[in-house]
């Protein structure tokens, strides 16, 4: 088995972008044995599990969905690896996954990430190619060791993990470059309030990436659930034809499936909140129907929002295409 080496939590970059929790942006994290500190205050912040800890709960949460997800997602860590995987099997993934591929060429070189709800740090990793620093942050320990495993085992210096709370992020207003949210806000309390925290994190000029299940495209999965206990998790198509590891499986149909709380979007709605919160839409993945976001060369180019019309084509058609895999689309902006 590969040794396991010991790697700095965070590199100098993405430390520069971190604050106490609840703290401002004048706020100044240094590492001590242990955990970190903040210079100004002298608050202590120790590590749990060896993953720094910068999580402090929901204040307007009233039905403790953040908690009954949070424990959720400590029993299934997502998505998981495929056994050990190396960090050159999950760049080639990366590399043969479309959407995957095609961001990190849209990033381009030596940029800030943040992922918002990273699990277990899969895409994290793969988009600190390029001389990218990365930071994923999530609420589920669990997810969030198995990231910081493969981080140790592959030293991988550029990509960087902490436990923290969407709603109360530990970082600085205007830090990333890209700030990226795939398949985590529909799993939250308030998914329009939860975009325009991490909204606040990207620099003006900065990119955002907001993946979510769709309205439309859901309906398979929600009907699936209903008989999936009785015939099996082969009626999946992700189980049939991608998932090689039984325990990933396990994990998959947990969370496509029995997640104790999720909501539906649609690209309109998202469009709504990107006006809100002064971000000027960009594309959508897969892109609307009938724009020239069909055939847009990178997936950061600006392309043309769509009528009301060819947008409800657009999902309708998701019905025989996204929704065999989950039904999750982006939505992509820019800051003014």
């Known amino acids: 088995m590969p040794t396991v080496t010991d790697t700095s939590p965070f590199s100098d970059r993405i430390l520069k972008c971190l604050k106490a929790p609840g703290g401002n942006d004048e706020d100044e994290l240094e590492f001590i044995d242990g955990g970190l500190r903040c210079s100004n205050t002298g608050e202590f912040f120790p590590h749990r599990d060896d993953i720094p800890f910068l999580y402090k709960p929901s204040e307007n949460d009233t039905r403790s969905i953040t908690e009954t997800i949070k424990s959720f997602y400590e029993e299934h860590p997502f998505p998981s690896y495929e056994g050990l995987e190396e960090f050159g099997a999950l760049a080639n993934k990366g590399w043969t996954n479309p959407f995957s591929r095609d961001l990190v060429d849209a990033i381009g070189y030596n940029k800030l990430v943040l992922e918002c709800g990273c699990g277990t740090g899969q895409l994290t990793h793969f988009l600190q190619l390029n001389n990218n620093h990365t930071l994923g942050v999530d609420l589920s320990l669990s997810s969030l060791a198995l990231a910081a495993e493969h981080k140790r085992r592959n030293q991988l210096e550029r990509s960087s993990f902490a436990q923290m709370n969407i709603f109360n992020l530990a970082i600085k207003d205007e830090a990333f470059d890209v700030v990226i949210s795939h398949g985590v806000l529909h799993h939250t309390y ?9 909204v606040r994190k990207v620099k003006p000029g900065g990119v955002v990436i907001v993946g979510l299940y769709n309205s439309y495209g859901r309906i398979p999965t929600w009907a699936r659930s209903k008989v999936i206990r009785h015939l099996g998790p082969k ?102």
């Open 190 to 198: 308030d998914a329009r309030g939860a975009f325009a925290h991490i």
């Open 235 to 336: 009626i999946d198509y992700v189980v049939r034809n991608r998932i090689h590891d039984e325990k990933k499986a396990r994990i998959w149909i947990e969370d496509q499936y029995f997640n104790p709380h999720e909501t539906w979007h649609s690209i309109g709605e998202v469009q709504g909140w990107f006006a809100e919160n002064g971000i000027e839409y960009l594309n959508c993945s897969p892109p609307i129907l009938g724009t020239d976001g069909e055939n847009a060369g990178s997936m950061f180019q600006n392309t043309n929002p769509g009528t009301s019309y060819k947008r409800a084509i657009t999902q309708l058609g998701w019905l025989g295409t996204i929704a065999r895999e989950g039904a999750l689309f982006d939505v992509i902006g820019r800051k003014a």
